[in-house]
């Protein structure tokens, strides 16, 4: 009796709380959101968009694996209920508090200067009184969107938990288009499928294709950004930020009801996270508008991490390189040194007595080659990769120490290098491919980058390609997490830049870690090399994959045709719609990934690579449609120069733009690098026109891009 | 036609090499062994003591999980019959190599000065012709014993390869006698039972206890060092030696023909190792004797490790040492600090504002009072547990960053209390619990070792307690014999000596890393102050745990009776027993381990503790029985000293020791530190006798050691 009396009391002490559904509204009032707690006790959250339902009630909560309770709780908890694992029912509102934020910040890099952040919060203080339990879920609501999170204070009876699966639900209104890759563990590098939801499951086997570490959870399974578009002509893109400490969001789909849910990376156990209180999940992202355009022009996932922890960024600066790496991805040359050994062991192996294959690109003849061209031509940095010994038997071995990060091959003199590098006013890039064997990484990261300083490289491209060790570890899982951000922190106390590729999909941690100045984390222009990629692709990654933070696409193929490296694989795009990409594609890191040679041959198309700038003040988003054409407009940073770049999808596409975004009164040189008439991304890539004219503001142009084509402007004030 | 041609042509090819079984004796024609193909091609070893079978024809090989071939052999293997991952059947012996090996060789620290290291050897080389595929099974044979191992040459069929079981069997000749703790991938910490090997299985579950972190296989699983023996007298203990990259080994029965067959620790995935060819397995190892004494006088083990790697050795100095730790043990004080914190960030706690539970033993005033009575009676180091932020939720919750390894407590002034200890001629020993935190502790060792350097230790106990992270990983398994290895070799880089609690049992490995001074891997003191250990089981070690290397087992408790501490355990032992121990388990680290205040009770029994060397010219093994007795005499080196000691199990024991073995015509001054007749280990253990006499080689010492009891003697010549 006295039992059942005190849970009642309690209830009763909370339902006096809070009766009513909690609300906010975006600051513009466009977006609102309600919290209820439904009969199970389930909170359960709904999304308007000027008053309509574009989330419907959609369920909250955890099922936890484990959830020490203090000794005292054994009189009131049934524990063979499991009401100690669940985090999900039961629940009452016993608080919610409004406030208000408002504030303009100056990221360190980006596509502007200066980003508003400006949201109404509610954070509504959930409890399971029968165990005295409270979870916190905090909304931030934007014109463009909303974000919220489930915040886990400190308390008694939440200390230490693992989560079994997050259930968090995102219930669709309708059978939407999607733009979707399959969910996976451990990679994004897949294209495209663009259905209604409802044919997801029958799609999702042709959606597929090999990479060296995957692993896919359901027929139903899509990883985020997930692009949505309603029938009425919303956009809806569903998200995460600030992913730190907490394994990588999918979403699976109820194909018959239309409900997205959580489902968590698993661990080696099958363990979804390891938490500790005080502590929260990532924001969970909704974005909802009107145009395509705003889908890129928002700035939600940036806003809704931590501002910079870095107190000094002035050694952080955007670069454009070039790299000694599509001549290996390409099969012209190759990262190992010599073919003679099946294996091969760091410790006992002397390369120096090895025969050479003669194929091995990152030798001094070569690397100086790249030099004098790159710096010739501008650029500031040169990536090497396969110039430290281990590649041999690098990939697919489960090998524990497969690199030691500090060793050069016996052809690569690195202190002669660097300074070759350095007397151009270059610096060469650094190449950690860690094989995913991330214990060994770990292990040499500090002499790593203390190398890097003695030399004077302030740049790393890192990998992970191939199955986690820890073995049974995933890419996107908390550990792997974990590590993406060590690998950084650490970068950063040697003033070190990352560029991480094969991590998990960024979440807009560049904002707080402004060091981080890319990631691939999705299918990148070497798979033109492995076959090829249909055109679209590059139309729906800046709605996707970039909206977490930049990608080193690595762009700029003008030779389309690689059968001079013996690959029988083309280039799906053309020259025009190449240099398009480094407009369309935002990323304080850009290459210019083709050999020397093929830029010789097209020297006046080049030209556009080596003007266009790689930071921006302002960025304009002309016109848009997911997979089909993206037209855009930037001014380089701290001059009055603007760059354009406009794509095209399966189909060619032809954009009128008008100017006015140019500064009133100023008359620009324009010079206009487009696919020519003829151009054909199959046949003909290499067809293109380059213009000059002067522009005013007021102007309008027509231009023309090709299906898999594009085009790109450079705008200069002419001097008065 | 071709095909089977083909492999016929090999099979006949091979066959012709070598008919007869290969033999092998040891140098003295005790120990023999043979080794065949059975009618499957399975190697099948014997092991004969004097003509005698000792070990029964017994199978060899593996079961792989992964093993790929080179493509050409798709046509000459049916890939759904799996031979790739049979590396057991169909074997033919090519070759058989043999030679000899005698040297005398220096331990930088030991039980005697020089080691003979005196064998024959037989490589057998292995082939299954089908796939051309070669191991090499190679013995090293013994007078007391055998070593053999597995080794993999590199070639095209045998490359990165994934073992899924070791198929390695020990049959028995009969219902041995077995003194056995429980197979386990993850402790060492138990009891033993001494029971026929026919009766494990019924005794298993007596024979656990709990402990942080187990894991048992088998209800017949059992670990090694095992020790036992048969009905005709003779002492057989199987072990392994150098295990190196490799998993540890267990050994389950087959009750019903009492054949031992290897079982290797798993890792997260159930995999039990990933190797790399060349590369080979660690020794196993079957000792053979006729007496008991000639079990701990067998140097089989280290003979198998491979002499010492580090160059410089001047820096490795055995230890006496005393430490604020027992008192923590006992429960009388704390790890840690406060009492305030539900649980612990590192980076978000300020040790500094919290409330002190005024149980911290890590202080700076009982720091200095050890180190005050430590320095005043000789003592090298002292160890402080609980020195650094953290102890408050260490254990238990799978907690990632638990410790940083340099951040000491408020109350513990680190750079006084080192320089404190160094103006009294002694050091502070370094503490690192990991909490199996295994990422965490190397991301932070090459700081923690630093910071040793910084301020003068040269000694680290580390401590693995509770489950291993990367969580699944084991304490047994490859991935963490990596890890043990890395941190030794780490440290000697800094000239830091090692002693690892919970890590894997030892198999040698000291001889070739003798920075490594110590490691738990048994039950050890401590247990005494958790409900207590049996006697005989200080009589049982020497045999098992102690002959892969030097066990820091923390004797020298001199209050049995801990109600002091609010602890109702009782050590069960006699101060004479205790004593004792100083000489029977040896160990270059050697701890007083109980409180100051307890041994100022009885400083005259302490001044054994003061006196007795670790580290010896010499030891004689005068008489022993597993369990039940022991008796030893060491002579200290690079003096004219001796110690002797001699312990009880559970029954009394009385000894007859000849002297024989002191320099002839010297006058020793011994001093008899013994159980007094009175003395009782459960109700008098603190009764104990100190006599005086001078003896000579040609004098006969009658001694009494009570159940659970022992004594101890110096010896020292008397001047003329």
Redesign the interface.
């Known amino acids: 009796m006295k039992k059942v009396f005190f849970v009642a009391l309690m209830a009763a002490m909370c339902a006096t709380t809070w009766a009513a559904p909690a609300k906010v509204s975006s600051p513009g009032n466009v977006i609102s959101v309600d919290l209820d707690v439904d009969a199970q006790g389930i909170p359960t959250y709904q999304v308007f968009h000027k008053g309509k339902a574009v989330v419907k009630p959609s369920k909250m909560g955890f099922d936890l694996a484990k959830a020490p309770l203090p000794g005292s709780f054994d009189n009131i908890l049934d524990k063979s209920k499991g009401a100690a694992l669940d985090l999900r029912t039961g629940f009452e509102i016993k608080d919610v508090k409004h406030s208000s934020f408002n504030e303009t910040w100056k990221p360190v890099w980006g596509e502007e200067s200066e980003i508003v952040n400006n949201y109404n919060e509610m954070a509504v203080t959930l409890v399971q009184p029968k165990i005295q339990r409270t979870v916190v879920v905090k909304f931030r609501v934007y014109d463009d969107g909303v974000g919220f999170r489930y915040e886990f204070p400190?308390?008694?009876t939440l200390?230490?938990f693992?989560i079994k699966e997050e259930r968090t639900q995102f219930a669709m209104t309708g059978d939407h288009i999607a733009w979707w890759i399959a969910g996976d563990y451990d990679t994004q590098e897949y294209e495209y499928t663009r259905c209604r939801l409802s044919e997801i499951s029958k799609r999702f086997d042709d959606a597929l294709c090999g990479n060296a570490s995957q692993e896919q959870f359901s027929k139903t399974g899509v990883q985020t950004a997930l692009q949505l578009k309603t029938d009425d002509g919303l956009y809806i893109n569903l998200h995460e930020a600030a992913l730190v400490d907490y394994s990588c969001m999918s979403l699976n789909l109820d194909e018959k009801n239309l409900v997205f849910e959580s489902w968590l990376t698993p661990?080696?156990?099958g363990?979804k996270g390891?938490m500790?209180?005080?502590c929260n999940t990532p924001w969970r992202t909704i974005m909802v508008t009107e145009s395509a355009n705003d889908v890129l022009a928002s700035r939600l996932i940036l806003n809704l991490n931590e501002p910079c922890k870095l107190e000094d960024t002035s050694w952080i600066k955007p670069v454009k390189y070039m790299g000694v790496w599509w001549e290996m991805i390409t099969g012209k040359g190759s990262w190992n040194y010599s073919d003679e050994l099946?294996?091969v062991?760091l410790d006992l192996n002397d390369f120096s007595k090895l025969k050479p294959n003669g194929k091995h690109s990152a030798n001094n003849d070569n690397v100086k080659r790249y030099l004098d061209f790159a710096s010739k031509h501008g650029f500031q940095q040169l990536l090497i990769e396969g110039w430290n010994i281990g590649w041999e038997?690098w990939a697919g071995?489960?090998?524990?120490y497969v690199f030691d990060f500090v060793t050069p091959y016996p052809d690569f003199d690195i202190d002669m290098l660097n300074k070759y590098a350095h007397d151009r006013g270059m610096r060469l890039m650094m190449h950690h491919e860690t094989s995913s064997s991330v214990?060994n990484y770990?292990?040499h990261m500090?002499k790593a980058y203390q190398l890097m300083n003695k030399y004077g490289y302030n740049s790393v491209k890192s990998g992970y390609v191939g199955d986690i060790l820890?073995?049974?570890?995933h890419h996107y899982g908390q550990?792997m997490n974990?590590h993406y951000l060590?690998a950084i922190t650490e970068a950063a106390k040697h003033h070190i830049m990352v560029n991480a590729h094969e991590a998990v999909r960024p979440t807009g941690l560049c904002r707080t870690y402004p060091n981080l100045i890319g990631n691939e984390s999705a299918r990148g222009t070497e798979y033109q090399a492995f076959g090829g990629t249909k055109p679209g692709h590059t139309a729906i990654l800046p709605f996707t994959r970039l909206q977490g933070g930049p990608m080193d696409y690595t762009p700029g193929i003008f030779e389309m045709d690689l059968t001079y490296a013996g690959n029988k694989s083309k280039v799906l795009s053309t020259i025009g719609g190449q240099l398009a990409l480094y407009v369309t594609f935002y990323s304080p890191l850009q290459m210019a990934a083709d050999l020397p040679e093929n830029y010789e041959k097209h020297l006046d198309a080049f030209q556009f690579i080596k003007d266009v700038a790689v930071d921006w003040d302002k960025s304009v988003y002309l016109e848009s449609e997911p997979m089909e054409y993206i037209t855009i407009a930037r001014k380089a940073k701290g001059t009055n120069d603007w760059f354009m770049g406009g794509i095209a999808g399966m189909k060619p596409h032809d954009s009128k733009v008008k100017l006015g975004f140019l500064d009133p009164g100023v008359k620009y040189e324009a010079i206009i690098y487009a696919d020519a008439k003829d151009a054909d991304y199959k046949t003909n890539p290499q067809a293109y026109t380059i213009t000059k004219r002067t522009v005013t503001a007021k102007d309008e142009l027509k231009l023309h891009a090709v299906a898999g084509g594009g085009w790109a402007i450079s705008l200069k004030p002419i001097a008065k």
């Open positions: 400190q308390q008694p200390n230490y693992v661990d080696a156990q363990m390891y500790q209180t005080p099946p294996s062991k038997d071995n489960s090998k524990d214990r770990e292990r500090e820890p073995r049974g570890e550990w974990n060590y």
